[in-house]
Nanobody
Framework: QSQLVQSGGGLVPSGGSLRLSCKPS????????MSWYRQSSGKEREFVAK????????EYAPSVEGRFTISPDYTNNSIYLQMDSLRPDDTGVYFC????????????WGQGSPVSVSS
């Protein structure tokens, strides 16, 4: 019943790639700041990437910039996170988020997608 339905997690070796998807139901991605966060066991949830309503502005955490790409598909009303050159420290549960303001994260979350990168 989540308004943000995720898919695409999995297990990959170091240097591999995965693509996560996030598809809202009941609202348009063009009306919200969409973002990705991740969380490892015993650690706080951390920011990964976000994209503006229009798709014209994106922001990445320094640890993933140059390796990850966030992109929208307005026809399918979906947000994607393409993850390349994965490293073991990318391991965690990745969450999609929808927010009403650029500066702060929103209160609507996806169910989470587990990502495990082996060494």
């Amino acid at each position: 019943q989540s308004q943000l339905v995720q898919s695409g997690g999995g297990l990959v070796p170091s240097g591999g790639s995965l693509r996560l998807s996030c598809k809202p139901s009941g609202f348009r991605i063009s009306k919200y700041t969409m973002s990705w966060y991740r969380q490892s066991s015993g650690k706080e949830r951390e920011f990964v990437a976000k994209i503006s309503r229009s798709g014209r502005t994106v922001e990445y955490a320094p640890s993933v910039e140059g390796r990850f790409t966030i992109s929208p598909d307005y026809t399918n009303n979906s947000i994607y996170l393409q993850m390349d050159s994965l490293r073991p420290d990318d391991t965690g549960v990745y969450f999609c988020n929808a927010g009403e303001e650029w500066a702060t994260r929103g209160n609507t979350w996806g169910q989470g997608s587990p990502v495990s990168v082996s060494s």
